[in-house]
């Protein structure tokens, strides 16, 4: 697809489970952002690959959260023992250097 | 923390009017970028100005960049009810990575 292409859409875990949320990027992009966006605010920054490397991870709220992008393409967001204060949506981003981020459409977690 | 702060929070229109948005930052950026938000979906690119440009245009947006207030505005000319959205300005604080406000939910009513 030309877009940025996230999975699932939704997701529910409960307590103490582990997710993976997966982000497919726009062929080419260097860039991959992961941002969370809680209800009624802003996405807020969680962290950023260029290729396969991870250059700021200073947004990842604990050590519960984890990204790769191994092959400098699909990148894969992975949350530990997932608690209440982790539903959010789960926004992924690509760019070019120094050009406009594409957003996918996000995932929605709720943690029960 | 968020570095853009948009003003004001709502904003409710008639069909037609212009609605003009305000972001203020914080620190040295290389570019600003508007995005529009519609409930439950995701992020839109509207415009991009970069740091060394004062103004810019795309159909009925227009894009202001002071970067010696540390502000920028987006005007939205002959609204319509399609309008209705989230609008958050991001910049990037001389890194790639964007850092957003908090948005101003505008509602246009028909």
């Known amino acids: 697809g030309a877009g940025v292409s996230q999975s699932p859409r939704y997701k529910v875990a409960k307590r103490g489970q582990d997710v993976a949320l997966r982000c497919d990027p726009i062929s080419g992009h260097v860039s991959l952002f992961w941002y969370q966006q809680a209800l009624g605010q802003g996405p807020e920054f969680l962290t950023y690959f260029q290729n396969e490397a991870q250059l700021d991870k200073s947004g990842l709220p604990s050590d519960r959260f984890f990204a790769e992008r191994p092959e400098g393409s699909v990148s894969t967001l992975k949350i530990q023992r997932t608690q209440q204060e982790d539903s959010a949506v789960y926004l992924c981003a690509s760019s070019r250097e120094e050009a406009e981020a594409f957003f996918g459409q996000g995932t929605r977690l709720t943690v029960v | 923390s968020q570095q853009g702060e948009e003003d004001p929070q709502a904003l409710s229109i008639q069909e037609g009017e212009n609605a003009t948005m305000n972001c203020s930052y914080k620190t040295s950026i290389n570019n600003l970028q508007w995005y529009r938000q519609n409930s439950g979906r995701g992020l839109v690119h509207l415009i991009l100005?970069?740091?060394?440009?004062r103004e810019k245009h795309s159909g009925r947006l227009r894009v202001t960049l002071d970067t010696s207030k540390k502000s920028s505005s987006l005007l939205i000319t002959a609204s319509r009810a399609a309008d209705t959205a989230s609008y958050f300005c991001?910049?990037?604080?001389?890194?790639?990575?964007?850092?957003f406000g908090k948005g101003t939910k505008l509602t246009v009513n028909p």
């Open positions: 991001a910049t990037d604080p001389l890194s790639e990575k964007l850092v």
């Open positions: 100005i970069r740091s060394n440009e």
